[in-house]
């Protein structure tokens, strides 16, 4: 039941992002058809391209015609391939898809790993060590990043390629060596926060009268760390992650863009940077859904991690 | 030889503001299968007190003293000797039975995780004990509650989850710490009933923290009253209801609601509040709040002396009914 109202308000929010982003790009400086004929276009080529394109009806028109495309997964033509904005964003979505579970996976592993140590070393040489790690991993920025480690690893020490895409199929062995750069640099300030996030919850986690309970059973430390502070604290980690995968897709822009990794990131910056309209349409449409829809997976997971959830959710006690 | 022997405990917190003294040289016993209630107002230093024996006062705690538990010292013993000992020989069973459970393990889990640590159980055979053990301490329909959280349970049936985590080992010792000061008072009762009823049952000690003397009246053997961190008396529970001797004690009990006397019967209150102490002073602690304070009990500190069977109390006008007539006069 709360499910489905769950999804319905999701539904709405999405339907709101379509208009803002349908009436955002009509709102840009330049009108699309000077922009396919040019400055100097015919008169009379210009109300054609208006007219094959539906700009010349009223707005509200255009919208439900757009509304219309949508639904039936017609996102337009590109206009500077002239491929559909569909198959063009369905090419690179695996990519970064691919390249975004590697760095969480990665963030995460290292994070809460880290979180926990920082947390039981708090006031220690190692939870000061580890806190510093993470702030100096936040504090770069992932194009440079990107950059020494391309110096680093590629260069200097040459055992990984400095950039590009192998698809799996072609060779499976370069696929994950071409990996390895971009989904570190995607990850690590990435993993700096689920550190922050995770030793934050876990000092607090360690303070509770149900940890104490855990102590006074004669728990292991381990146990005591392990099956009680963790688990709560995972809750807020999975919020966390929830929450960063938008700024994930913001970081693959950036690290595609270094490591020329064929992706959604690299996508985005070649739509914008060759006015393509249609594609910067698709292109933002679509992060908006993976936004949603990602918020809404969250919300499934809490339920999951924290049984609290399920009783909101509706069901009886 | 006592089951539980505790010698000048003192709990010291160092605070931004300085250390402050939390337990001041406590010391009282517990034989087996008694029940032995640590009374005072909030932030008398009782809790502190019980919870540094099993270590599990915060890391600002500093400890000296000794408590021999069963020929074993507990201060400064090492976390792996405590660990032997906590939920094992020695259960607490803690105020707020929410926060005391984790919200996202089973409460069926969460008592089998103690079976399954000391007595080294399968999940399979933890989980009929378990079962079992709900039963005991009255939660109805035990089999369907092992798998239910806590938020799924009523206050009381929380609390009887905590009893049943605490008694699984059959442990010698049950510290509880103001069990039912959480709970609606139609439900203090059952639990204090259970309570009884497990001691006589096991033949365990109890070692109840309260504030509340109609849950020591009900339950306990032997009462210890305490003030900023100090004993000021201890005594039968009989004893301490009918000739309470230190005007602390005294004035507790006239802080109980009492049925009838009319409209006009007021309740009475202490005035002031508990002093927070820095160091241990050489005064009766209780002097700024006395009605009777002399001269002497603002610059002496009264020692621990018997004030008749089984009774003994650390005043300088002990059982004195009546604010004396000159103020100082007395000796």
Not at chain 2, 142 to 160: D, F, L, T, V
Request: hydrophobic content about 50%; proline content about 5%.
């Amino acid at each position: 039941m709360r499910f489905l109202a769950r999804a319905g308000s999701a539904l709405i929010t999405l339907l709101i992002a379509v208009a803002v982003v349908f009436l955002g790009v009509r709102a840009l400086p330049g009108d699309p058809a000077v922009a396919l004929v040019g400055q100097e276009g015919d008169p009379a080529a210009l109300e054609a391209v208006r007219q094959q394109y539906g700009l010349d009806l009223p707005i509200t028109v255009q919208f439900v015609k757009y509304l219309e495309q949508i639904v039936t997964g017609n996102l337009g033509t590109s206009v500077r391939t002239g491929m559909p904005v569909s198959e063009v964003i369905a090419g690179a979505i695996p990519v970064t898809l691919e390249l975004a579970v590697v760095a969480i996976s990665v963030a995460v592993a290292i994070g809460v790993t880290t979180g926990v140590i920082a947390a039981l070393g708090r006031g220690k040489a190692t939870g000061w060590l580890v806190s510093v790690g993470a702030l100096i991993g936040l504090s770069i920025p992932a194009f440079w990043l990107g950059i020494m480690a391309i110096l680093v690893f590629a260069i200097m020490i040459p055992i990984l390629p400095a950039s590009g895409f192998v698809p799996i199929d072609v060779d499976p062995v370069a696929h994950v060596t071409h990996l390895v750069l971009p989904a570190l640099v995607l990850g690590s300030a990435f993993a700096a926060v689920i550190m922050r996030q995770t030793r934050a919850a876990m000092l607090e986690a360690l303070t509770t009268d149900y940890v104490r309970t855990a102590i006074a059973k004669g728990l292991s430390r381990r146990q005591v760390v392990v099956k009680h502070a963790l688990r709560n604290s995972l809750v807020v980690v999975a919020t966390v992650v929830g929450l960063q995968l938008g700024t994930l897709i913001a970081g693959a822009v950036v690290t595609e863009q270094v490591f020329v990794i064929p992706g959604f990131g690299k996508l985005m910056i070649d739509a914008v940077t060759t006015r393509d309209y249609p594609l910067i349409q698709g292109v933002v449409l679509i992060t908006a859904t993976a936004y949603i829809v990602i918020n809404l997976l969250t919300d499934l997971l809490y339920s999951l991690l924290d049984p609290r959830m399920r009783i909101m959710s509706g069901g009886s006690a | 030889m006592s089951l539980l022997d505790v010698r000048d405990l003192t709990v010291r917190f160092s605070t931004k503001k300085g250390p402050v003294l939390a337990v001041d040289g406590l010391s009282y016993h517990l034989e087996p299968g008694e029940i032995v209630s640590l009374v005072g107002e909030s932030g008398c230093g009782k809790s502190v007190g019980i919870m540094s024996l099993l270590g599990l006062q915060g890391p600002q705690a500093e400890i000296s003293g000794s408590a021999r538990f069963d020929d074993q010292e507990l201060l400064g013993a090492s976390e792996r000797k405590l660990r032997l000992v906590r939920g094992k020989q020695v259960a607490c069973v803690f105020q707020d039975p929410m926060s005391s459970l984790n919200p996202v393990v089973t409460v069926g889990k969460q008592v089998a995780e103690v079976l399954r640590r000391h007595r080294g159980l399968s999940a399979a055979k933890a989980r009929l004990r378990v079962i079992d053990l709900f039963e005991r301490v009255g939660i109805p329909a035990p089999a369907q509650r092992y798998a239910s959280y806590p938020h799924e349970m009523s206050g009381g049936m929380r609390q009887r989850v905590m009893i049943a985590m605490a008694i699984a080992c059959e442990p010698r010792l049950l510290i509880a710490d103001e069990p039912t000061t959480a709970l609606d008072v139609t439900i203090q009762a059952g639990i204090l009933e259970l309570l009884k009823e497990l001691r006589d049952g096991t033949g365990m000690a109890v070692l109840l923290v309260t504030h509340d003397l109609g849950v020591v009246a009900d339950i306990a053997d032997r009462v210890i009253v305490m003030y900023a961190g100090r004993k000021v008396e201890e005594a039968e529970v009989r004893a301490l209801f009918n000739d309470p001797q230190h005007q602390y004690t005294r004035r507790l009990l006239e802080a109980i609601p009492q049925r009838g006397g009319g409209r006009d019967r007021r309740l009475h209150g202490i005035p002031g509040t508990v002093p927070t102490l820095r160091d241990s002073p050489d005064a009766c602690t209780f002097s700024e709040r006395c009605a009777i304070a002399s001269e002497r009990c603002h610059t002496a500190r009264p020692g621990f002396a018997e004030a008749g069977p089984g009774q003994a109390v650390s005043c300088w006008h002990p059982g004195a009914q009546t604010a004396p007539a000159v103020k100082g006069a007395v000796r």
